[in-house]
Each structure stands twice: as C-alpha cells, then as structure tokens.
C-alpha cells in the first residue's frame, strides 16, 4: 500500500460536512497491535467529531494542511507536522480541512484491542466501540440520568 498513490474510498453514508475516506494501513501492512489508518478529507469537511479517547493517539499530516481543535484552542498544520493526542481529556481533538480547496491526507496511529471508549464533549455522548462483539457497542448521553445506573442493579445472587 502507498498511502500517497492509493485510492481512498470515500464513505457513501457519511452526512454532509464530514466528508472523508479511511484506508487501514496498518492491517494492511500486517501490523497487529497499532491501529494505523490513513484519512482523506475533502475540503471544508471533519473527520470526525471532537472527541477523546483513553489511549494515546497520534497525527501525521502526509499532504495538504488541517486544523486541529484541541482544549488550548484551534492549530492550523501542514504537511510533516506530527501531533501527538494524550489519553483523556487532555487529549480531545477534532480534525478539519477548512484551510483549502483540495482534500488533505493524514496518518493516525493508536493502540489497537477492544472496546475503545470514546467521549463526545459537544454532545455529552460517551460511547464503547467492539470489533469483535457488535452487540456490546454503545452511544449513550452522560447526562441521560437513566443511562446512570447502580453498580448491583439487576444482579441476582448466583
């Protein structure tokens, strides 16, 4: 895979302003424990909402030049800057090519295994992703009182 002469197949079902394709670099090059994708946004578009995970991540600005909103503020970056994301909040982020007329390419590295927890400040939405069971992922408000339950309830004593 050649991240720079690759085509990027850009998400069909992806509502408008968040306009940005994904390749998995680093499955793709047989790597197992980093996750390792490459992102094209189009112009004017988010790759994704502003978030915060619980393990590190980092950006690789390969061409064009993004903006990254982080809690101290909005960075514009180009091509070759790296920007590492601590885990937490500390580390929210967003991503976003607002800075030009053609779509930018990034790397973003992470560590891989399920689930992944993610928080949506903006939104107030916490969310569990798993790869490997679907039927434990979840989106929920932090502020829905009835997503807020005791650490017993519903447990029976076996």
């Given amino acids: 895979m050649n991240v720079f002469s690759s085509s990027f197949p850009l998400d069909p079902d992806g509502p408008p302003g968040w306009a940005a394709a994904a390749l998995e670099v680093g499955r793709s090059a047989g790597g197992r424990e980093l996750v390792v994708r490459a992102f094209e946004i189009m112009p004017g578009a988010h790759l994704c909402p502003y978030h915060y995970e619980y393990v590190e991540?980092?950006?690789?600005?390969?061409?064009g030049e993004v903006s990254v909103r982080r809690p101290a503020g909005i960075v514009a970056l180009v091509a070759?800057?790296?920007?590492?994301?601590?885990?937490?909040?500390?580390?929210a982020h967003q991503v976003s090519n607002t800075h030009g007329e053609v779509p930018a390419r990034v790397l973003m590295f992470s560590r891989d295994g399920d689930p992944v927890v993610c928080?949506?400040?903006?939104?107030?939405?916490?969310?569990v992703f798993n790869r490997a069971v679907k039927e434990d992922?979840?989106?929920?408000?932090?502020?829905?009182?009835g997503s807020h339950l005791d650490y017993f309830d519903g447990e029976v004593m076996g």
């Fill in 80 to 91: 070759g800057a790296v920007m590492c994301f601590p885990a937490g909040p500390s580390g």
């Fill in 137 to 145: 992922e979840l989106m929920v408000r932090r502020s829905d009182p």
């Fill in 57 to 63: 991540e980092w950006l690789l600005v390969l061409t």
């Fill in 119 to 127: 928080v949506y400040p903006d939104s107030d939405k916490l969310a």
